[in-house]
């Protein structure tokens, strides 16, 4: 009788993809190019979908990580412009009203003394 042995198991080989590294850079761009016009909201777009490719490709706890700062980034961003355009508006009211308090000052008529 004889007998045949199976072949040695080959080591299986992860091919890793550039999801992870791409989407890092990304995300460094989202963050440079948001001050223009929200620009940067296209690239945190990307690293969203990045990252989801990267979960894909067995690379789950990097691709966790990129969508969780994907995320984080743009929260982050939001609430930065909106503290921004708040306090521009308010400076700009607040000008407003002493340039308006000091022209009537200017153009009041003094009271009469008998």
């Known amino acids: 009788m004889t007998t045949t042995s199976a072949p040695p198991l080959l080591p299986t080989v992860t091919v890793k993809s550039s999801a992870v590294k791409a989407g890092w850079i990304c995300l460094l761009l989202g963050f440079c190019t948001f001050w223009i016009f929200g620009f ?12 989801i490719v990267a979960m894909c490709s067995n690379q789950v706890k990097q691709g966790v990580i990129l969508l969780l700062s994907s995320l984080a980034s743009i ?3 939001a609430v930065i412009f909106f503290a921004v355009v708040v306090g521009t508006v308010g400076a700009a009211a607040k000008k407003a009203s002493d340039d308006i308090k000091r022209q009537q000052a200017l153009h009041q008529i003094p009271p009469l003394r008998r």
């Open 40 to 51: 940067g909201f296209v690239f945190f777009s990307v690293t969203f979908i990045l990252a």
């Open 75 to 77: 929260v982050l961003c």
